[in-house]
């Protein structure tokens, strides 16, 4: 037997102290086995230790939300009977390691997750950060990551609908991968993951075991360094064919009455199931490890058990339906064994060879798991930008934005992605949102991914606010209501007080956002020690959001939809260009604060902009983000090939008019503007003030984009959008 010693422990990422707590918990020193089932379940990527305490500030409560943080993913209701599952989760220290395996096996956990709970998966979007494109090796982990998502995706048959791409290079060191899934499931077929009933059988199914993906939940919860090329094997390997008849085998078991409880072998394999399932249905379990299936000779239990081999699934069953539920796995030419039964008490007992194992008492393992308080500081306030020199010329200005890898098209990543299998995605990437048809009715779910971490660095309670405010803008510009969002904490390293720092005034800023726009989280994931020697991300609060359309023939979208029509700005503005795209690309500066969010006028412009969408008043909608009014105009244009005419403001300086980032603004183009100023005269609430956030600024028509006095051709702009990213890709694709 394997004597703990201090190295064994510190190999396993524990601290002294929480050594001391295990030990004290089991009352004696742990085996090799039950050290390394307690490291995974305590490590930062399983415990959530850093950050329990203040996700605990996140409103999450709705009355259409079904079942928020604490299961596989959140459920909310979108009428009709029918509910919407859904979660984002990363994968990024895999992603890193082997692009590829890392990123298709993020996509296959996070189906997992949602399927899992009753959902047919609907949709899969994420949200990528790269670093800069000539940083080492970051156009093969592009090329991998985005072959890695189409890969599994394409495979499995659930269509990538939409995402995000940014580049930085904060993320030369750490790229961050984020995958969501959005399902479908009938609100009376939804499944939870305690599990219950004294003597029901516990049942293993899908691929067998091997030895990847062993400490992948350890590795995740510690920062790389020079040596992280080392930490390949805790990379898992992906087989969506194997998933798709994971998929449909699961969904036929649960039309019928035999499951109890069902949970995804995800980080921490068949530790985290377990005991997971164990702890929340408040019993024990017994595991014959003998009877899981393995692919490799002479597996250990502890491989066994940290084992994050893919598409497994562990289940309780109603006693006597294992043979009912067998014929329907083997069927579907996937692994099905009996491992072990529910039992009382509080441990998770394991034998092996006719011995015990492994015996532990579950609260420690999951309840009792360490919860800290870190020192924070708050970041520093950054000072009003000043010396902005005037534009030379703006429409040169506007082609470097559109050239830009932040703004370019990413065509070249979404072409690589089956969007439309399942024929039921009614809104293909590019626009504001996803929309995805509800199977066989005329509502739609709109999806979207966001996140501005440039603000969140400035300002992380600003940036907060922001990720949350632009997810529900860009639900509202395609006519969606918005119901809730997923979250996706990406940060350095928690034990640093300004990382900290970042964390916490992100919750804030997000937590009072949600309120405001009563936007409840409802599922989400931390992913912390983003960093390489020291050096971390910035932080990256990515927002999944998810809202309801009753008609997806009255869904809107971005492009003009002929000439002449008048453009309207909804929203106010002051041209703020702190953190703004235009300063960092066309002056190579990153100063200032972000733009603020102001939530009540965020709501107004939203009542606004749903109202003229509602009343078919609004042919084309399109919110005003990264690069400011110029951009969305161009991006527009770009959809529909119409041009516009467009008058710059005096009483803005003409950089803050055309490239400001000023928030909760859209761009709304009317055939009729007669009909939209008869709806404003029957809003009694309306007041002057409010209608001046309702002005008319130019006129579709033409091939150009005439901004003010500068001219920008069309073909222009489409040569330095679409051309951009491949021409920056040359020689790795």
């Known amino acids: 037997m394997t004597e703990i010693t201090p190295q064994i422990v510190a190999e396993h990422g524990f601290t002294p102290h929480e050594y001391d707590r295990v030990v004290a918990s089991m009352g004696r020193v742990p085996n090799m086995l039950e050290l390394g089932i307690f490291s995974v379940m305590w490590s930062e990527h399983c415990s959530y230790k850093s950050s329990r305490l203040h996700l605990a500030k996140l409103p999450t409560k709705a009355p259409w939300v079904i079942c928020g943080p604490g299961e596989n993913a959140g459920v909310i209701d979108i009428g009709d009977g029918d509910a919407a599952i859904f979660k984002m989760e990363s994968h990024n220290h895999p992603s890193f390691i082997e692009p590829y395996q890392g990123a298709a096996t ?39 990551v985005v072959a890695g998502i189409g890969g599994y995706g394409n495979c499995v048959g659930v269509p990538t609908v939409g995402g995000e791409t940014n580049f930085h290079r904060a993320y030369n060191g750490n790229i961050i991968v984020n995958a969501m899934t959005v399902g479908i499931a009938r609100q009376d077929k939804i499944f939870y993951s305690a599990a219950a009933g004294i003597g029901n059988p516990v049942v293993y199914v899908g691929s067998k075991t091997g030895r990847d993906g062993i400490h992948g939940a350890t590795m995740a919860s510690a920062e790389f360094d020079d040596a992280s090329e080392d930490k390949r094997p805790t990379v898992q390997v992906g087989d969506p064919f194997t998933e798709k008849l994971l998929i449909e085998a699961c969904l036929e078991l649960m039309a019928s009455d035999a499951i109890v409880a069902i949970q995804d072998m995800g980080a921490a394999g068949l530790t985290s199931s377990s005991v997971e399932m164990a702890s929340k249905g408040g019993v024990g379990l017994r595991l014959d490890l003998d009877k899981v299936p393995v692919r490799e000779e002479r597996m250990t239990p502890y491989e066994m058990m940290l084992s994050e081999s893919q598409e497994r699934m562990l289940m309780v069953l109603k006693p006597g339906r294992e043979g009912f539920a067998e014929k329907i796995f083997r069927k579907w030419e996937l692994d099905f064994a009996v491992i072990g039964e529910v039992v009382e008490g509080g441990n998770l007992t394991l034998m092996f060879h006719g011995e015990k194992v492994g015996d532990i008492p579950l609260a420690p393992l999951a309840d009792a798991a360490p919860k800290y308080d870190r020192p924070w500081v708050p970041t520093p306030k950054r000072a009003a930008l000043v010396d902005v020199p005037e534009s030379a010329d703006i429409g040169a200005d506007l082609l470097t934005l559109m050239a830009c890898p932040d703004l370019a098209s990413k065509r070249w990543i979404w072409e690589q992605y089956d969007h439309m299998v399942g024929a039921d995605t009614v809104q293909r990437p590019g626009g504001d949102a996803a929309v995805v048809r509800v199977h066989g009715t005329k509502k739609a779910l709109a999806i979207t991914t ?13 940036g907060g606010k922001q990720a949350v405010a632009e997810a529900w803008r860009n639900l509202i510009a395609v006519g969606a209501k918005p119901l809730a969002i997923t979250d996706c904490m990406n940060f350095g390293a928690p034990t640093r007080p300004e990382i900290m720092g970042q964390f916490v005034g992100c919750i804030e800023g997000m937590a009072e956002a949600c309120r405001a726009l009563d936007f409840p989280v409802v599922s989400g994931n931390v992913s912390l020690y983003n960093e390489t020697n020291g050096v971390g991300i910035l932080p990256t609060p990515a927002i999944g959001g998810v809202g309801v359309i009753a008609d997806y023939n009255r869904q809107m979208t971005l492009g003009f939809k002929a000439e002449g029509e008048s453009i309207f700005v909804v929203g106010a503005g002051s041209g703020e260009l702190g953190q703004s795209i235009w300063l960092r690309e066309c002056l190579g500066r990153e100063e200032g604060p972000p733009p603020p969010v102001d939530l009540n006028a965020e709501l107004w412009s939203g009542w606004v902009v749903k109202q003229l969408i509602d009343e078919g008043i609004a042919t084309a909608v ?22 516009a005419a467009v008058s710059a403001r005096h009483d803005f300086i003409p950089e803050g008019w055309w490239f400001g980032e000023d928030q909760g603004r859209y761009v ?33 028509g033409g091939s150009s984009l005439h901004l003010g006095a500068a001219v920008v051709p069309l073909d222009d702009l489409r040569t330095a959008y679409e051309g951009a990213l491949p021409a920056l890709l040359k020689g790795e694709l």
Request: hydrophobic residues 45%.
């Open 106 to 144: 993020g996509v296959g956990g996070i189906l997992r997750d949602v399927f899992t709970m009753g959902a047919r998966p609907v949709a899969n979007m994420n949200a990528l950060r790269f670093g800069e494109i000539d940083a080492p090796k970051m156009k093969h982990l592009i090329k991998g």
């Open 450 to 462: 966001d996140c501005t971490p440039r603000y969140c660095f400035a300002d992380p309670v600003e």
């Open 622 to 643: 399109h919110d005003i983000a990264d690069g400011g009014l110029a951009v969305a105009l161009a991006e527009m244009a770009l959809v529909s090939g119409i041009g």
């Open 668 to 700: 709304v183009t009317v055939a009729d503007p007669a009909a939209l100023e008869g709806w404003a005269n029957r809003q009694e609430t309306l007041d002057g003030a409010q209608l001046d956030r309702l002005r008319r600024i130019g006129v579709t």
